[in-house]
Nanobody, 121 residues
Framework: VQLVESGGGLVQAGGSLRLSCAAS????????MGWDRQAPGMQRELVAS???????KYGESVKDRFTISMDNANNTVYLQMNLVKPDDAGVYYC????????????????WGQGTLVTVSS
């Protein structure tokens, strides 16, 4: 199972950016997907998560600015980042809690390689 992130890059403060993360492999079902981030010298923190049923959770610092959504048919999660602030800069990691066929049904936690978000002020 693999998570492939895309959409990171340079964004101006106050602007918008959209991250995508696609899960591929012998996936039977996905429990939830989400995004964490890590800024230099800081601990990794929750940005947002979403269950396959659509229930969402957000970190306090991104509430009302970021929106997470999931395309269940394509095993893809999106993070729409609006009103971006300099403190939003960092490496964003996609994660998934899912069931895979290996070859029997096995529950796995998977992480992506990360995508860098840089914010110019």
């Amino acid at each position: 199972v693999q998570l492939v992130e895309s959409g990171g890059g340079l964004v101006q403060a106050g602007g918008s950016l959209r991250l995508s993360c696609a899960a591929s492999g012998n996936i039977l079902s996905i429990n939830n997907m989400g995004w964490d981030r890590q800024a230099p010298g800081m601990q990794r923190e929750l940005v947002a998560s979403i269950t396959s049923g659509g229930r969402t959770k957000y970190g306090e610092s991104v509430k009302d600015r970021f929106t997470i959504s999931m395309d269940n048919a394509n095993n893809t999660v999106y993070l729409q980042m609006n009103l971006v602030k300099p403190d939003d800069a960092g490496v964003y990691y996609c994660n998934a809690d899912l069931w895979v066929d290996e070859p029997t049904s096995t529950r796995r936690g998977v992480w992506g390689q990360g995508t860098l978000v840089t914010v110019s002020s």
